[in-house]
């Protein structure tokens, strides 16, 4: 189950990066290109992702511990679906913040909720 969904977080990084380099630019043109990008890649990546995560990992999470790494991701996951509204009107600061998001939270759940998981299951 964790597999796949680490696979795919580097696709998530990838996105980050690009997201991060149109942002920093200013381009508006960059920017659109990069927002259209990360909505597309929203619906068709990130928002299953963040799906199967809810549906079939955190309720699993039982622990005082467990609860704190589901309110964590819980709360990544909305604010970077409140993102969304800004990444449709091609606002430059909600791609950077988009951007610096998706990274961190990519990176928790590889080095904390996974971890977490994987020892849980063991």
């Known amino acids: 189950m964790l597999q796949p969904l680490s696979r795919e977080h580097h696709q998530a990084l990838k996105l980050a990066k690009r997201c991060a380099r149109a942002a920093a630019t200013g381009d508006a043109e960059q920017i659109a290109q990069a927002c259209e990008a990360a909505l597309k890649a929203f619906a068709t990546e990130l928002e299953p ?5 809810e549906r079939e990992l955190l309720p699993n999470l039982h622990t005082d511990a467990g609860l704190t790494l589901v309110q964590r991701t819980q709360a990544d996951h909305r604010v970077l679906r409140e993102l969304r509204a800004g990444l449709q009107h091609r606002d ?3 791609l950077a913040e988009f951007s610096r998001l998706l990274h961190a939270h990519v ?4 080095r904390e909720l996974f971890p977490y998981i994987e020892a849980l299951l063991d």
Request: aromatic share 16%; no cysteine; hydrophobic share 40%.
């Open 92 to 94: 430059g600061a909600a």
């Open 49 to 53: 992702h963040f799906q199967v995560e």
């Open 107 to 110: 990176r928790f759940e590889e």
